[in-house]
């Protein structure tokens, strides 16, 4: 369905860019490894971008227990947003440029993960992050388990725009001598380099990682 779930949800500009499908949403998610979080508290406002991942209709966060931006997470609505630019599309007239691109803003409070769900949860960042990377590493500890706080937000009340394609020209315009397209904009992964004084060789799956599969 492409009905707004709330009323703050409902994109007003460009409104036919606008999807509210959860469908939309996961793949925006999915491609994300940083999300920007909007809050308050007595100093202010405050967007603060920190990496994310989801499982199922939930996105999640995970920080110390000691963070500022946690305690006040559970405690008030917040805006999540999410953006990829796929594109700068250049138009014969200044004020007809635009961008090709794919956003997100989810509304909603997060809450805290339940502790005996904490290592799953944070062993599944990691295989989202670098599929098969998990089974590889020394596991977390329980220390290191206890210190960490893991939160999440449904990805119920959400809204999405999303562009694609060339110019749209004005018809006064499309006369004029000037070049106007599209100037594609693409995430590269680039080669693995191996970190100083390691002498194990680089896995498989960060090879396959390299090539394009597997991860964010």
Known sequence: MNTPPSNRTRVRRVANNAAYDSATVHAIVDDAYVCHIAFTDDHGTHC????????????????SNGSRMLKRLMEQDVCVT????????MARSAFSHSMNYRSAMIY????????DDKAATLEAFMESLMPGRQADIRPGS???????TVL???????????RAGGPTEEEE???YPAWSGVLPLTRVRGEPVTAEGNGAPVPAY???W???AGGA
Not at 83 to 89: E, S
Not at 142 to 148: K, L, M, S, V
Not at 152 to 162: F, G, S
């Open 108 to 115: 909603g409070r997060f809450e805290k993960v339940a502790d």
């Open 152 to 162: 999440r937000i449904a990805l119920d009340e959400a809204a999405c725009k999303v």
């Open 48 to 63: 603060i971008p920190t990496a994310c991942w989801r499982e199922g209709n939930h996105l999640y966060i995970h920080g």
């Open 173 to 175: 315009d499309v006369d």
């Open 142 to 148: 329980a220390n290191e388990y206890a210190a960490t």
């Open 82 to 89: 999410i953006t990829h630019v796929d594109g700068l599309v």
């Open 206 to 208: 960060v090879h396959a």
């Open 210 to 212: 390299y090539r394009g």
